[in-house]
Nanobody, 126 residues
Framework: QVQLVESGGGLVQTGGSLRLSCAAS????????MGWFRQAPGKEREFVAA????????YYADSVKGRFTISRDNAKNTVYLQMNSLKPEDTAVYYC???????????????????WGQGTQVTVSS
């Protein structure tokens, strides 16, 4: 069992930055791939970024490439999402997720993640 708690969301102006954190409980954190997803009002949940168990592989949605960076610290059981050059369309609730993902094409699929946090709101004002 893994519990995930996100933090770091808030209100920021266009072009600003935020860093989200996701703290995981349990001693199996390093066994799981970690992902970030987001859901805007009236829209479906969408993939943002993911990282393999070791941190050696990363994956990004095209909409955030070059602006967002995912990282993890297995010693601290924490995954991060550094978000730069934020745009109003980045406004959403951001969720971190953990799962036994091993195939490259699966990292973007929400159904492959078995543990989810409660989400943190990110609002980008224009």
């Amino acid at each position: 069992q893994v519990q995930l708690v996100e933090s770091g969301g808030g209100l920021v102006q266009t072009g600003g930055s935020l860093r989200l954190s996701c703290a995981a409980s349990g001693r199996t954190f390093s066994s799981y791939a970690m992902g970030w997803f987001r859901q805007a009002p009236g829209k479906e949940r969408e993939f943002v970024a993911a990282m393999s168990r070791s941190g050696g592989s990363t994956y990004y949605a095209d909409s955030v490439k070059g602006r967002f960076t995912i990282s993890r610290d297995n010693a601290k059981n924490t995954v991060y999402l550094q978000m730069n050059s934020l745009k109003p369309e980045d406004t959403a609730v951001y969720y971190c997720a953990a799962g036994p993902v091993f195939v490259a094409s699966d990292y973007t699929r929400a159904q492959k993640y078995i543990y989810w946090g409660q989400g943190t709101q990110v609002t980008v004002s224009s």
